[in-house]
C-alpha cells in the first residue's frame, strides 16, 4: 500500500503540482487511463478550492493532500481549513457564470463542490466548522502476481 501525503501553500500555482504528484501515483497504483484523467480533473477542482478558500480565511495555513492506493482502491482526500460551505443558491450553471470573474481567479467554494459530486462516482465530502475533507475514489485492477512476459502466466488475485 502507498501512502503520498502533500502540504501546500495556498497558491493557485501549487494546484499543478499536485495533480502531477497524484497522476503519478495513480498510475504507478495501475488506475485506468480515463480514470486518471477523471482524477485529474477532480483533483484540480478540489484543491482549487481548497486554495481558494485557504487564501481568502487562512492564508498561513497548508492544505492537505493524502493519496492513497490499497485493497479498497485508490483514495484522494483534500483537507482545507476554510468555513465550511453554504448551500448552492439558484441554478448552478448561472453560479458558474456569475462567479467567473473572481479577481483572484480562484473557483468559488460552493460551485467546486457541486462539480465535484457530479465529476467523481464515489465522493465523500465532510463539511464541518472548522473546515472541509473532501474524499475521492477510484477503483484500482486487482493486483497480478508473478512476473508477466514472454513464456510466463499471469495470475490475478482475486
Known amino acids: 500500500m502507498a501512502h503520498v501525503e502533500l502540504t501546500l501553500s495556498p497558491l493557485p500555482a501549487h494546484v499543478r503540482t499536485v495533480?502531477?504528484?497524484?497522476?503519478?501515483?495513480?498510475?504507478r497504483a495501475g488506475l485506468e487511463a480515463g480514470l486518471v484523467d477523471e482524477l485529474r480533473l477532480a483533483l484540480g477542482e478540489a484543491c482549487s478550492r481548497a486554495v481558494a478558500l485557504h487564501a481568502r480565511h487562512a492564508p498561513d495555513v497548508?492544505?492537505?493532500?493524502?493519496?492513497?492506493?490499497?485493497?479498497d482502491g485508490l483514495t484522494v482526500e483534500v483537507r482545507d481549513r476554510g468555513p465550511a460551505a453554504g448551500p448552492l443558491s439558484g441554478n448552478l450553471a448561472e453560479e458558474m457564470l456569475d462567479n467567473a470573474d473572481e479577481p483572484d481567479g480562484l473557483v468559488?467554494?460552493?460551485?467546486?463542490?457541486?462539480?465535484?459530486?457530479?465529476l467523481v462516482d464515489d465522493c465523500d465530502i465532510a463539511v464541518r466548522p472548522d473546515g472541509t475533507t473532501v474524499t475521492m475514489r477510484w477503483p484500482?485492477?486487482?493486483?497480478?502476481?508473478g512476473v508477466a512476459g514472454p513464456g510466463s502466466t499471469a495470475v490475478a488475485q482475486a
Open 19 to 27: 495533480r502531477l504528484v497524484a497522476v503519478a501515483a495513480a498510475r
Open 62 to 71: 497548508p492544505v492537505s493532500v493524502l493519496v492513497t492506493d490499497g485493497p
Open 108 to 118: 468559488d467554494p460552493d460551485v467546486a463542490l457541486a462539480v465535484l459530486s457530479g
Open 140 to 145: 484500482l485492477p486487482p493486483p497480478v502476481l
